[in-house]
């Protein structure tokens, strides 16, 4: 599979997956993760579209992350500018669709907001993006900005990685039974043993957890669904955001997939294959 890496103007350098021809997908991965989420799918749709999936900054494999640069803070305006760079260093002028999972949502959906008419469609899944929206007791944890939070939160991030991250594994893979042992060992080995990823979530966990974080989300989604192609896939039984978000994504048409839990890309890719191309082959 194609990858390369590429510096865009404001420093950030970013692994990118780029692979296939036509329409153009972007799709921006979730958290604990990295571009290799979309692999799966990538192979299955790679003959019909061009597939870009960057780390985004900060993310990557363990041993082969690129550090944020100090000028990065995981703002909103930080991301929708790190999307418009990151398009514009590729030469990509032209209406894309935009897949989105996770904190990848968190990113895309700004950006998209604001380049209506740059999109050609938009597939959510498993995403949050919701007003007054509650984290889980770690996430406040990871993001308490106080000079003793930061060191709370730093020693909670150092002890995933104890035991070769036995404890992260321990953990994860109860939350996610539908994975593989093998897929819950790449996330160990590119998140709960890699530091920067690590450092690059308290990073963006301090934005993420403020209370007016997600103010007027609500009103960029639906100003995404009133303008173009809108499709949510929505693995039940997350552990992390409630099936209930699904249809407060306001996308025109919501799947809801039984026994998948969060990290679709990995676990139902036929069916996020198949309306993909059934969504965004119709709009191009």
Known sequence: MKEYDITLPNGIKVRTIDEGKGPVLLLLHGNPDNADEWKPLINLL???FRCLAPDLPGYGRQGKTNPLPGNFDYSINAQIEFIDAFLSQ???HERI???IHDIGGIMGIPWAAKHLDRLNAVIY???VAFPNFKWFDTAYR???DSPSGRKIAQFSM???GWF???IFKTIF????PQLSSQRVDRFVLDFALNPIAKETTLCEFRQLVKPDFFNGFDLMLKSISESVATLTIWGEDDPYVSNHFANELFARKTLLLPNTGHWVPLVATDVMAREIRVLCKNKV
Do not use: V
């Open 97 to 99: 669709s935009l897949i």
């Open 125 to 127: 899944t498993n995403t």
């Open 46 to 48: 790679k003959n019909e």
């Open 158 to 160: 150092n002890a995933i």
């Open 164 to 166: 070769d991250g036995w």
């Open 142 to 144: 990871w993001g308490n």
């Open 90 to 92: 590729l030469d990509i």
């Open 173 to 176: 893979s109860k939350q996610h």
